[in-house]
């Protein structure tokens, strides 16, 4: 890999990291704790067709859980979900619909699990939260991704290096 190419790279996943942290921020009353509509989590489907992009998107996620309530814990286990998301839909999603899964199930046990333990509330009501938020982004974020999916020019842009071929 040349070096103008790295830096491309090191640069897009700072602009995901960073699109990902603004609309973290911006929505912060909808995007922590248990109903949590994170809408930024629609970068993670970003993921497959860019693996690279895991790095963007779990720097995003790690930044603005340093704002979270619930500190570090926040930061190391929801960013750790977002991690495994990411890698789930990268390298473990036949097809784009199949990635909306693994957010969705992951978030709600691990962010479920964190609410649990530090909060103390009842652990099959946060999992069912976080499930349902989590699952109404993912649901969204695949229509979005849907329709830009089929514009050329954007995916010229974000130049995929799996799944050119889509198969939703």
């Known amino acids: 890999m040349t070096k103008q190419i790295t830096t491309k790279y090191i640069a897009q996943n700072a602009v995901v990291a960073a699109v990902y942290f603004i609309l973290t921020i911006i929505l912060a009353p909808y995007s922590y704790l248990g109903i949590q509509f994170r809408i ?19 720097l995003g996620c790690f930044l603005a859980n340093t704002l979270s309530s619930l500190g570090p814990w926040d930061m190391l286990f929801g960013t750790l979900a977002t991690l495994v998301s990411a890698l789930l839909v990268a390298y473990a999603s036949p097809r784009l ?15 479920g699990a964190e609410l649990y333990f530090i909060l103390g509330e009842a652990f099959w009501v946060q999992v069912g939260l976080v499930a349902i938020g989590e699952g109404a982004v993912m649901i969204v974020s695949y229509l979005i991704w849907l329709i830009l999916s089929r514009n050329k020019g954007l995916m010229n842009f974000l130049a995929p290096t799996r799944h050119q071929d889509i198969r939703y």
């Open 40 to 58: 930024a989590e629609l970068l993670v489907l970003l993921c497959f067709w860019r693996p690279d992009f895991i790095i963007g998107v779990t």
């Open 97 to 111: 619909f199949i990635s909306i899964i693994y957010p969705t199930a992951v978030n709600a046990f691990v962010v």
